[in-house]
């Protein structure tokens, strides 16, 4: 449902806080990479297929761009030195905007990772022309929000970076076949419930540029959140909770 995907988007917010001001009270360097089964009917990303297992969750610690020049650099200070308009992770998370780029960037950068996959290891031709269409349309946005990203001062990104899509990437890995179907379709729907929720938050709450950016997407977002449902019910995916 959307509130409890308003809910995760919520619990992710707090932890990219959480995670930087960590990370500057420690005063060491963030370098980040862009690159089963239990009893809770809700972990879907923890190989189970079901999402909101708390015990089994990662822990939750997303590590954000690699947005400073040196440790322990400002924004200010990055510029003084030579640097790109490149800031802390503490102040980057700080930012609305930036939070919700990052965690745009990681979105859709998971959806064509996953795309990608369904083409490679899904059974049903449903499930791979979803796929097909996944990364079309992700790669678009993914591409818009870099730009955004840049004019927002902002280093972007090209790959899963919060635990959860990771999490979600490494699960579909190790499936294949009618399993793979079922697994894929299901967590489609959940993530587009939860991208809906960002985007509608974008179009309320974040700056012009990306305001416009959130209301143009958000059609294409419902449009694939009922494909994603037809398809599931089609394999047999289990949208209970959903």
Same mark, same amino acid.
């Given at each position: 449902m $959307?509130? !409890?995907?308003t809910l995760k988007l919520d619990?992710?917010?707090?932890?990219?806080?959480?995670?930087? /001001?960590?990370?500057?009270? $420690?005063?060491?360097?963030?370098?980040?990479?862009?690159? &089963? &089964?239990d009893d809770d009917p809700?972990?879907?990303?923890?190989?189970?297929?079901?999402?909101?297992?708390?015990? #089994?969750? *990662?822990?939750? #610690?997303?590590? $954000?761009?690699?947005?400073t020049d040196q440790p322990g650099m400002s924004y200010q200070q990055s510029v003084e030195a030579g640097?790109?308009? @490149?800031?802390?992770?503490?102040?980057? /998370?700080?930012? *609305?905007?930036?939070y919700w780029l990052t965690a745009a960037m990681s979105g859709n950068a998971t959806e064509v990772e996953a795309g990608r996959l369904a083409q490679e290891r899904g059974a049903?031709?449903?499930?791979?022309?979803?796929?097909?269409?996944?990364?079309?349309?992700?790669?678009?946005?993914? !591409?818009?929000? =870099?730009?955004? /990203?840049?004019?927002?001062?902002l280093d972007p990104i090209r790959g899963p970076l919060m635990p959860e899509h990771r999490q979600l990437i490494q699960n579909l890995s190790s499936r294949s076949g009618q399993d793979f179907d079922?697994?894929?379709?299901?967590?489609? =729907?959940?993530? %587009?419930?939860?991208?809906?929720? %960002?985007?509608?938050?974008?179009?309320?709450?974040?700056? @012009? &540029?990306?305001?416009? %950016?959130?209301?143009k997407t958000l059609p294409i977002l419902r449009e694939h959140l009922m494909m994603a449902q037809d398809i599931a019910r089609r394999v047999g995916a289990d949208l209970t909770g959903t």
């Amino acid at each position: 449902m $959307l509130w !409890e995907a308003t809910l995760k988007l919520d619990r992710r917010r707090a932890l990219i806080g959480f995670a930087a /001001a960590g990370i500057v009270a $420690l005063a060491s360097p963030v370098l980040v990479r862009a690159d &089963d &089964d239990d009893d809770d009917p809700r972990d879907y990303r923890n190989g189970s297929g079901y999402r909101n297992n708390h015990e #089994n969750r *990662p822990n939750g #610690n997303p590590h $954000l761009n690699n947005v400073t020049d040196q440790p322990g650099m400002s924004y200010q200070q990055s510029v003084e030195a030579g640097g790109e308009s @490149r800031e802390t992770v503490y102040e980057s /998370a700080l930012k *609305p905007v930036h939070y919700w780029l990052t965690a745009a960037m990681s979105g859709n950068a998971t959806e064509v990772e996953a795309g990608r996959l369904a083409q490679e290891r899904g059974a049903s031709q449903d499930v791979k022309q979803f796929g097909q269409r996944m990364v079309a349309d992700h790669s678009m946005a993914l !591409e818009e929000l =870099v730009l955004l /990203a840049r004019e927002n001062g902002l280093d972007p990104i090209r790959g899963p970076l919060m635990p959860e899509h990771r999490q979600l990437i490494q699960n579909l890995s190790s499936r294949s076949g009618q399993d793979f179907d079922r697994f894929y379709m299901r967590s489609m =729907v959940l993530e %587009h419930e939860t991208d809906i929720a %960002h985007y509608q938050e974008g179009v309320n709450e974040q700056t @012009r &540029d990306v305001a416009a %950016h959130a209301a143009k997407t958000l059609p294409i977002l419902r449009e694939h959140l009922m494909m994603a449902q037809d398809i599931a019910r089609r394999v047999g995916a289990d949208l209970t909770g959903t």
